[in-house]
Every structure is written in C-alpha cells, then in structure tokens.
C-alpha cells in the first residue's frame, strides 16, 4: 500500500510583491481640457482632484468644465466637421486611427500603469485587457473608414455630425475608444466627457490624438463631473449622444433627449445570470464565474453578479468556488500578481457595503475567503452570498462590486424564468456540455449578449449592448457604425 501524499500547508505557496514600476508615465500636477487640439485651463478656472483609490493619495488636479467650455469644445468639433474631419476622404480617415492605434501599442505600458493608478484595477487586467483591446478598436475601425460604401448603409452614407460621449469610471480608457473610434471612422467629430474619478488615460488619449496629427476640433475632450456630462448632452449643437453609466442617469437622459431629433444610444446597468448546469466542465464554469464576477473587482456593466447553478451540483460548485476564491490576491493593483484591485471611489464602496448589508438583513448567507485588507484606499473583499432568493435586493440591484449571489435551479425553464427575472438585459452565460442547449438556452435568454462555456468575452467586431433597462443600441462591430451614420 502506498501513503497518499501529506496534503500541502495552506501557505506553501508564497508569492514575491512583483511591482510594475510608476516611473514609465509621468502624471503632471494639473492638466487642462482638451479643446480645438490643445490643452487649456477652464473658463471659469475650476478643478478637482483625481486620486489613487488604492492609497487615496492625490494624483493630478485636473480642470472642470463648465458650460463656456461645452461651448468652446462643440463649436471646435462644429468647425471641424464641416472643414476638415467631415470632408475627408475614409482612406485618410483610416491612417488617422492607425496611427492613433499604434501609439496606443507604443505606449501600451504607460497607459497601463496610468489606468491602474487611477482606477484601482489590477495591472495585469489594464495591461491584457484595457490597453490592447483600446488599441483594437481604433485598428477595427480604421479598416472601416474606408469602406462604409460597401457596408450596407447605402451608396454614400453620412455622418451625423457632432457626437456628445459620455463615459462611466470602469473602463476609462477603453470606453474612450469604444465611443471615439467608431464615431471618427464614420466621418464625426467628438467631445468626449470622462468620469470624475478617473480622468488621466483619456487626458494621455489626447496626447496621442495630437501626436497623430489629428485635425484640432476633431476630438475634444472635457473633463469634469456630472453636472459637466449634463451640460454636454443637453447642448444643442450635439447631434449625436453616447452614453454609458449608470441606468438612472440614462433614464434622465433619454427624457431630456425626447422630442428633439438627436440621435442617442444608451449601454447602461446589468444584473446577469451565469448558469451552470450539471453537465457542465465544473472546473471551467468556477474559472468562469470568477471571471464573471471578480475581473475588475465586479466594476463591469456585464458582470455575472447572479449564479444559478443546478440544485444537483450546487454543493460541488460552491465548495469548487470557495476553494478557488481562497487563492485569489488581493492588493496593490500595480503588482503584478494581484487579481483583486481597489474599489474605485469611496461612493461606491459605501455602496456595495450598503447592499451587502442588506443581504444580511434579508437571511442571505454571507461568506468571504480570509483576507487582509490595506488600511489606506477603498477595499472590499471577494464576497459570496448563498441562500438568495429572487426577493432580495442582491438579486435584484446591481451592486457594480466584487460580490455573488448565488440562487439555484432544477430545470431549464426555471433556470430561463429566473435568468429573465430581472429589469435588465445586457448579458448572460451559458455553461453545458450540449451545444443543443446552448441554442435553446440563447433562444430564451432576454440579453444582449450570451456567453457560451466563456464570460465577459470582448472583441470590437462583436456587437455589444442591451435591451430594457440595461439601454439600447450597440458597440462595436458594424452594428455599432450605424449608430453613427445617418438614415
Ligand atoms: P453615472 O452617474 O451614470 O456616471 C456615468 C457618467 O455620466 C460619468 O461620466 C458621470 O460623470 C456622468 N454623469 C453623471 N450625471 C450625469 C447627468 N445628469 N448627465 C450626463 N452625464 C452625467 O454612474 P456612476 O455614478 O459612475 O455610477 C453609479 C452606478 O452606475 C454604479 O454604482 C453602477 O451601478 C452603475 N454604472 C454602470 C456602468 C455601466 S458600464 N453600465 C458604468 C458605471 C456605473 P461623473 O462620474 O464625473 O460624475
């Protein structure tokens, strides 16, 4: 008889801090807007401050833009509509965004380290998935300028003019390209509004713009809060809106919007279900809820924040679950090992902390792998609820953190009743041996998108967007060009 192997410590396995180093972006104590290709202060002299949420430590005082400065910026995109972007030939067009695409790839590092810093989100997340997917969209796109006669939008498609983009603090970089890079390669020119609390990687995007020799005015970017995102969409020189955040302001929007003729696309809030079966590769489906829910510290409009695991296999996935949790790195998102970052602001860890506790109140059962949180900064720790019933806030309100409700199911028509239960329809994902189930599955599922035996799976060729509360229209692919042509 042999001995079975002693089972491993529990801390056999230690990892050295591997920091990426700060030193490759240099942060200026304070930047201006970008307006008409060059960087100024506010009319009215305003700034705030961006901070590290990893250490609340500030990072630059940047300029707040008020309405003088809407203004400014979409008479500049104004002008250059009509002068220079508008005008051009797509051949010209497409080396635009190439060369904006290549210093992305250039500066991929730079912008990386920035974006963590900024964010909170780990390296390894802004480094594989932020950067180069930005740099894809502009390369995507590029390959488009010059053939929207062959798309299927008509003989001479037209672009819609001046287009208002607003974007949230969860992908700021790769926000900015989702909305810049579709609206320039149909021959519109932009202003853009990032988020408050993350402003740097769109103000070093402008860099890059003026580096690539972008005509002034063709995008123009305005940093600010919300009263600056309202001031944009509700400009009447904005013939296009773009917004992505939270369902709430959307729903502002889309009032304020009403009855004017300007075209608008709204990407907001999700509350998904992933759904494992029992037939399912178990292994695979636990990689895929943590991805669902854990990438990005559950900052992800996306994000598969409702289990619904098959009662049979609801033990085993749980205890799979928690065991993979356990291994899981919580901390400095600039090193390299780690998985979990910082929460983004102090408003939205007051958040999750909010509903987490009514999660409690209302019976669910709470549960969270041993781990240090830092003392500075907004943190919270992977978090997984069972015991929840469709009643509960945490299954119903997207908490936009790194915490799971866990619900089960016996059947494929319960597990699509209680997927479907929800106001949203943005994604949803689809774990099963059988291809034959999937079909049905999708056939069924009010979302968006359906991820099969993968989740949060992105690619600018692939259409993105919701239904419902979760907004309408789309991102990427050629469906999303036609939200910025006319007709
Ligand atoms: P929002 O308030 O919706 O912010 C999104 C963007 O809109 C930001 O740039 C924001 O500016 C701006 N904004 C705020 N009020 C506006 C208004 N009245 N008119 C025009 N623009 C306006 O989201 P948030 O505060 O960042 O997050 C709140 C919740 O929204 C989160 O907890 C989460 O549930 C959800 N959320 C969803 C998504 C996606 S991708 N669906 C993304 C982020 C947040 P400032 O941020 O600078 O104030």
């Known amino acids: 008889m042999v001995d079975a192997a002693p089972p491993a410590p529990e801390s056999a396995w230690e990892y050295a801090p591997a920091p990426e180093s700060r030193e ?267 991805n669902g829910i854990f990438f990005n510290q559950g900052h992800v409009c996306c994000a598969g924040s409702r289990l619904l695991v098959q009662e049979s296999v609801a033990d085993m996935v749980l205890d799979r679950l928690k065991r993979r949790l356990g291994t899981l790195r919580l901390g400095d998102p600039l090193d390299k090992n780690t998985d979990i970052g910082a929460i983004n602001s102090r408003q939205q860890l007051d958040k999750i902390e909010q509903l987490t506790a009514a999660g409690e109140a209302e019976g669910a059962q709470r549960w969270s792998p041993p781990c240090l949180l830092p003392t500075a900064g907004y943190w919270f720790p992977p978090t997984v609820f069972s015991g929840v019933s469709q009643s509960h806030r945490i299954a119903r309100e997207e908490i936009f953190g790194p915490v799971l409700s866990v619900l089960t199911f016996r059947t494929p028509e319960e597990a699509v009743a209680k997927a479907n239960n929800t106001p949203y329809g943005l994604s949803a994902g689809v774990w099963t041996d059988k291809g034959s189930r999937i079909l049905w599955m999708t056939q069924r599922l009010r979302a968006g998108v359906v991820w099969a035996n993968t989740y949060n799976r992105f690619d600018p060729a692939s259409p993105f967007g919701g239904y419902r509360e979760s907004g309408f229209g789309r991102e990427g692919g050629r469906h999303g060009l036609a939200a910025y042509i006319d007709g």
Not at 61 to 80: C, H, I, S
Not at 98 to 120: K, M, T
Not at 243 to 266: P, Y
Request: proline share 7%; charged share 20%.
């Open 24 to 290: 490759i972006v240099s942060i200026a104590p304070g930047y201006g807007l970008f307006i008409n290709g060059e960087f100024t202060p506010a009319a009215d002299g305003k700034h705030f401050t961006t901070l590290n949420p990893a250490t609340e430590e500030p990072l630059a005082e940047v300029a707040e833009a008020g309405e003088r400065d809407v203004d400014r910026a979409v008479a500049a995109a104004r002008t250059a509509f009509e002068r220079t972007w508008g005008p051009m030939p797509g051949t010209d067009r497409a080396k635009y965004l190439y060369r904006i695409a290549r210093a992305i790839q250039e500066r991929a590092r730079e912008f990386a380290v920035l974006e963590s810093l900024d964010n909170g989100k780990p390296i390894k997340e802004s480094r594989d998935v932020d950067v180069p997917l930005a740099a894809a969209h502009f390369f995507y796109h590029a390959g488009w300028a010059d053939k929207l006669e062959h798309a299927g939008f008509g003989p001479q498609p037209r672009p819609l003019g001046v287009a208002g983009q607003v974007i949230p603090w969860n992908f700021p970089l790769l926000m900015a390209a989702w909305k810049l890079a579709p609206a320039l390669a149909a021959g519109n020119t932009c202003v853009l509004k990032p988020a408050e609390t993350t402003p740097l990687t769109a103000l070093l995007l402008a860099e890059v713009i003026q580096q690539a020799g972008l005509p002034p005015g063709t995008v123009n970017i305005l940093t600010g809060d919300g009263a600056t995102g309202q001031a944009l969409v509700s400009h009447p020189g904005v013939d296009k809106i773009a917004f992505t955040g939270s369902t709430e302001v959307g729903k502002e929007i889309l009032r304020a919007v009403a009855g004017t003729g300007r075209k608008l696309t709204l990407e907001l809030g999700g509350k998904a279900a992933n759904v494992v079966f029992d037939d399912a590769p178990l292994d695979q489906a636990v990689e895929g809820i943590v």
